[in-house]
């Protein structure tokens, strides 16, 4: 998401950065052009207009007409006013009350309320160590009660609820987490329409039942200009704390995440950025703007790779190769995973500077299609030849071929980028593992080139 | 339900769609207010982008109307009232076609359903199957969602409700499996039309995208002309993006026409009229409720006098 928004402001951007000079047609024409990126980005018409209101005042002001690059100082307004846009800082939940803490999530249909839900479960159960209950009083939508009960098996966190009573859902699931001494319980509610005045109703009424500490406002990244109406009628209906943005992994270009906050005043908490039910990201708004401007968003892949990067496995490599022992198959599916594990090339590439500049056809051929091949080719090796790949001859690659459902080139190319990567590892004796392999990312890493074959 | 009835529902249901955008429009042209300056065509195009469609399109849009406008002398807010509905008309006219169940069909006759995670696929999936039973025709439908949690069970809940044979795996199944082992036993209960639901993804993953080109080559196998419609679902809230998704489900697999839903919510769905623009595919459907009922062909007339008002 935000990417091709990004896009837009760029190109505007490159001619504003050039020039020594600025008059106040450059600017109005440049503004202009930002007027319609935002447009086509789905931020709501008023929301534009107070922008780029705010824009224009800021670069006219004689700061930016006087300073040595006049171009560089409008984007840095522009940049500047869509912090301020978004929220100037990340807002973490608030759960600081005596448990349980009750979140409730509200939204339309469709907008991923289910799947957010147990995705903050697992977070806060991982990151936070938080005992937590999931319960569903969506009694309407076929299954809705099942499939949170899965989800809820999956992230391993407890499930309540049951009937067709959405209120005493809510109320018995509060006294279930009391009794059982739980931290938090996070209350999924059916998806409706803010003008479905009898639903609205109902659930005020499981808002003012469970006195949810936080309730937060699921939106779909994908809507239109209609997204600040049902924002503003369910902040009304309900006071939210906060939104959930979910959908970035599309090409939206998130002109809902500027609205929402803008007309509601209420801080985006989260970004949902994946299917996998780990896919929730803390919003930082700064970091966002820079990602919109194509300034990269290192700070979330530094903490993204502290946080899922395995630093025992990481050392232990790197322990070996210091003494000189060869790195060896099951190292680098090691390796392979941790990066799965970081959303993939993909997911990386999409948060470090310039890259956004890529082309497209070159950025859609990233996909972590090689990166899982790899490793079913890793997995049909015996442990022996993982440690010793030069045992794998005619005989041994058919099979690990056919095991691993791809074809012997494949694995003959794979022994080949294997054989030049462990030369490098030796070269790089000591700096070895992850870090090394990032920074050798760029001219396309060994075992996977990025930009496919 | 007699059909003006079922007319005056889904007006009923556009109503508050229409009264804002009519609203606006009516303060813009009203009586007395005959003046129609840069301000006044300028205003036009910011209602028409807040309707959702779009900058290129209102853009356009709006300078037909100024050229009409000299041309013709539209003075008051009816006369060019009138002159913007031709024009929404004539955009989307091409794009009323009825999904019909073609008589000399090979059996079963089979209807793909696609689209991004949300939209409402596995609802209209079942609300289809409804239309179909309705003309005494034997559907089944496939649960290739293996993905979602529950969205097999969802189905089944409608299947049972429908009376509607459901063909389901467990979760996590290969999704081209269950399409092929749906269609076996469509083909064995010589069934006429079959329901294949399938997992919301993003336009942009190709790993998922291909797998859907997998799932109808699959079902290739036991039928050569198969799928025979592939049903692209797009949520009536949805911004600009719904022209990325169409592009990108149509250059993948094929889309051969559009259904439309949560119609019945305030956003004025107006990314339609750029889509029909853009693509010229047939809308076949409309939802506009939660029930199996709430689901109707599309009716570009009503669905602009949902959007601009009765005038003209």
Request: with cysteine; proline share 3%; aromatic share 4%.
């Given at each position: 998401?935000?990417?091709q928004l ?21 600017i109005?024409?440049?503004l ?7 447009l ?5 018409l008023p ?6 209101e ?24 522009v ?13 973490a939940?608030n ?8 979140v409730l ?13 147990a995705?903050l ?16 009083v969506d ?8 499939q ?11 499930y309540f ?5 959405a209120?005493?859902i809510a ?13 938090v319980?996070i ?11 009898e639903?609205?109703?109902e659930?005020s009424?499981?808002?003012?039942e ?29 006071e939210?704390?906060?939104?959930v943005?979910?959908?970035t992994?599309g ?13 509601t ?8 950025t994946g299917e996998?039910?780990?896919?929730l990201?803390a ?15 290192v700070?979330?892949?530094v903490?993204?790779?502290?946080r899922?990067?395995d ?12 003494k ?12 392979l ?6 959303g993939g ?9 310039g ?7 070159v ?8 990166t899982?091949?790899t490793?079913?080719i890793?997995?049909s090796?015996t ?7 030069a045992?794998i ?9 056919g ?30 593992g ?5 920074g ?14 | ?12 249901r ?7 955008l ?6 813009l ?25 779009g ?23 009816e ?35 696609v ?6 696929k ?6 289809l ?6 003309q005494?025709?034997?559907v089944?439908?496939g ?14 809940v ?7 044979p459901?063909?389901?795996q ?43 080109r ?32 169409v592009?990108?489900?149509?250059a ?13 919510g305030t ?21 506009v409720g ?13 669905f ?9």
């Amino acid at each position: 998401m935000f990417s091709q928004l990004g896009d837009r402001l760029k190109e505007t951007f490159r001619d504003l950065r050039g020039r020594g000079r600025l008059s106040e047609d450059n600017i109005s024409q440049a503004l202009r052009e930002v007027r319609l990126a935002l447009l086509e980005a789905d931020v709501a018409l008023p929301v534009v207009k107070s922008f780029l209101e705010g824009v224009q005042q800021r670069a006219l002001g004689e700061k930016v007409l006087d300073s040595l690059t006049p171009g560089q100082a409008v984007v840095k307004v522009v940049h500047d006013e869509l912090v301020e846009l978004m929220g100037a800082r990340n807002d973490a939940l608030n759960l600081a009350v005596r448990p349980p803490a009750v979140v409730l999530m509200a939204g339309l249909q469709g907008a991923g309320k289910t799947t957010t839900a147990a995705k903050l479960a697992l977070l806060l159960k991982d990151r936070e160590n938080k005992n937590v209950l999931l319960s569903s009083v969506d009694v309407y939508r076929p299954a809705a009660m099942e499939q949170l009960r899965k989800l809820a098996e999956e992230v391993g966190v407890a499930y309540f609820g049951d009937g067709d009573d959405a209120l005493a859902i809510a109320r018995d699931a509060v006294a279930h987490a009391t009794t059982h001494v739980m931290d938090v319980v996070i209350i999924d509610t059916a998806g409706r329409l803010h003008v479905d005045d009898e639903m609205m109703m109902e659930i005020s009424r499981i808002y003012n039942e469970v006195s949810p500490v936080e309730t937060l406002f699921v939106a779909d990244s994908m809507s239109g200009q209609d997204a600040v109406n049902s924002a503003r009628a369910f902040d009304q209906a309900l006071e939210l704390t906060g939104v959930v943005l979910t959908k970035t992994d599309g090409d939206a270009r998130g002109g809902a995440a500027l609205s929402i906050r803008e007309v509601t005043g209420k801080p985006i908490k989260f970004l949902g950025t994946g299917e996998n039910v780990e896919a929730l990201e803390a919003f930082h708004p700064d970091r966002v703007a820079s990602r919109i401007l194509g300034m990269g968003d290192v700070l979330t892949l530094v903490e993204e790779v502290e946080r899922k990067v395995d630093r025992k496995q990481a050392e232990q490599i790197a322990a070996k190769l210091k003494k000189g022992k060869g790195f060896d198959f099951e190292d680098f599916k090691n390796q392979l995973i941790q990066m799965e594990q970081m959303g993939g090339l993909a997911g990386m590439l999409d948060k470090l500077p310039g890259m956004t500049d890529l082309p497209d056809h070159v950025k859609n051929r990233v996909n972590d299609r090689e990166t899982r091949r790899t490793i079913a080719i890793i997995n049909s090796m015996t442990a022996r030849e993982r440690l010793f790949p030069a045992l794998i001859k005619g005989s041994r690659r058919r099979r690990i071929a056919g095991g691993s459902g791809s074809q012997v080139q494949d694995v003959n190319r794979l022994l080949k980028q294997f054989t030049q990567m462990q030369k490098m590892m030796k070269k790089a004796k000591g700096k070895g593992g992850l870090a090394k392999m990032m920074g050798q990312m760029k001219g396309g890493t060994p075992g996977m080139p990025p930009f496919g074959r | 339900m007699p059909e003006s009835d079922e007319t005056r529902g889904l007006f009923a249901r556009l109503k508050k769609t229409r009264e804002s955008l009519a609203a606006n429009l009516s303060g813009l042209f009203g009586p007395g207010s005959a003046v129609l300056d840069d301000a006044a065509f300028e205003d036009l195009g910011d209602q028409l982008i807040l309707a959702d469609l779009g900058v290129e399109v209102s853009t356009q849009i709006v300078a037909t109307l100024r050229r009409q406008a000299v041309s013709t002398r539209v003075e008051t807010k009816e006369q060019l009232n009138s002159v913007l509905r031709m024009k929404l008309l004539e955009i989307l006219q091409p794009s009323v076609r009825p999904l019909d169940f073609p008589a000399a069909s090979a059996k079963p006759w089979v209807v793909v359903m696609v689209g991004v995670n949300g939209v409402g696929k596995t609802t209209t999936a079942a609300k289809l199957a409804h239309w179909f039973t309705q003309q005494d025709l034997k559907v089944m439908l496939g649960a290739c969602d293996t993905y979602r949690a529950a969205a097999i069970e969802q189905l089944q809940v409608w299947g049972q409700r429908l009376a509607v044979p459901v063909i389901a795996q467990q979760r996590g199944a290969d999704a081209a499996a269950v399409a092929h082992d749906a269609l076996n036993s469509a083909q064995a209960r010589s069934v006429d039309v079959l329901i294949i639901d399938s997992a919301g993804r993003q336009h942009v993953n190709t790993e998922l995208m291909e797998q859907l080109r997998k799932m109808n080559r699959v079902i290739q196998r036991l039928d050569g002309s198969a799928p025979h419609e592939t049903l692209l679902v797009v949520d009536a809230a949805t911004g600009q993006n719904a022209l990325a998704q169409v592009g990108a489900f149509a250059a993948s697999v094929g889309v051969t026409g559009l259904c439309v839903t949560k119609l019945d919510g305030t956003a004025r769905g107006g990314v339609l009229v750029a889509l029909a623009q853009k693509f010229q595919l047939p809308i076949y459907f409309v939802g506009v409720g939660e029930s199996v009922n709430d689901l109707r062909p599309f009716d570009a007339e009503a669905f602009v006098t949902a959007l601009i008002g009765e005038g003209g």
